[in-house]
C-alpha cells in the first residue's frame, strides 16, 4: 500500500509588495541578461563550497512525484578531466565529420570545432546524470516519472546559481555521451544528459556577437 501523504504548513514562502516585487524580478531578468556560454576558461581555483551551494540550489527543483531523478559528478581531478576531453573530442570530431550539414551550418556562427581545451583548463566539470529508474534495497527497480523533465530544470537552476554566484558555464553536449559512465563508474541506470563546464573566464575570452529573442517573439498572453 502507498505510504499515507503527510503535510506540514507552509513556512517558507515570503511575499513581497508589489513595488519589491517588480524591482527584484526586473533586476533578476536583468543579471541574467549578462551570462554568456564561455569557451575559454581560465584555471583559477574556485573555492568548493560555492559549487556545493550551487549543486544544493540545483537539488530543491521539482521533479516528478519528488523522486529528485538526478545525480552530479563533480570533477576536479586533472587526470579524470583530461580522459573526459579525450573521450568527448573523439565523439566530436566524428560529429564534425559526419554530423547533419543543416546541424552544422547553425553551429557555425558560434565558432565551435571538435577541440575542446576548457574541459582541462576549467577547474570544475559536472556532469549531470538522469537516473532513469531506481532501486529498493532488495534490488525492484523502481519508476521514476518525468525524468528529462526534471532533470533539465534542476540543470537549469545549477546555471542559474553559478551565473548568481560569479562564475562563468558551458554547457557540452557530446553525443553519444556514454563514455562519462565508464570515466565516472555510474551505472547503467544513470543515463549522462550534460557537462556542464564552470570557472571563471579567461582574461582573453570572447564570445560570439549573438542576439536573444524579444519578449514579445517568446511569449502569447491569452
Not at 69 to 82: E, G, Q, R, T
Not at 99 to 124: I, M, N, S
Not at 142 to 160: K, P
Request: hydrophobic share 45%; proline share 9%; aromatic share 8%.
Amino acid at each position: 500500500m502507498p505510504a499515507a501523504a503527510v503535510f506540514d504548513p507552509l513556512t517558507t514562502f515570503h511575499e513581497y509588495p508589489a513595488e519589491e516585487m517588480i524591482r527584484r524580478s526586473t533586476a533578476f531578468a536583468a543579471d541574467m541578461q549578462r551570462r554568456r556560454t564561455v569557451r575559454q576558461f581560465g584555471d583559477r581555483p574556485v573555492p568548493r563550497r560555492v559549487i556545493e551551494a550551487c549543486l544544493e540550489a540545483a537539488g530543491t527543483a521539482p521533479s516528478g512525484a519528488n523522486q529528485q531523478p538526478w545525480h552530479f559528478v563533480v570533477v576536479s581531478d586533472p587526470a579524470i578531466k583530461h580522459a573526459i576531453r579525450d573521450a568527448a573530442e573523439r565523439e566530436e570530431a566524428r560529429f564534425y565529420r559526419e554530423g547533419p550539414a543543416e546541424w552544422l551550418a547553425a553551429l557555425a556562427p558560434l565558432g565551435t570545432d571538435e577541440h575542446k581545451p576548457y574541459l582541462d583548463v576549467a577547474p570544475y566539470l559536472i556532469a549531470v546524470f538522469a537516473r532513469r529508474y531506481g532501486q529498493t534495497p532488495t534490488g525492484e527497480r523502481v519508476a521514476h516519472y518525468y525524468v528529462m523533465e526534471s532533470v533539465g530544470i534542476a540543470a537549469g537552476i545549477l546555471i542559474t546559481a553559478l551565473h548568481h554566484a560569479g562564475l562563468a558555464t558551458l554547457t557540452h553536449t557530446p553525443s553519444p555521451m556514454g563514455f562519462l559512465n565508464q570515466i565516472l563508474d555510474r551505472p547503467p541506470s544513470e543515463r549522462p544528459v550534460m557537462l556542464i563546464v564552470t570557472g571563471f573566464p579567461a582574461a582573453d575570452a570572447r564570445v560570439p556577437r549573438i542576439s536573444r529573442l524579444p519578449l514579445e517573439a517568446i511569449v502569447t498572453y491569452r
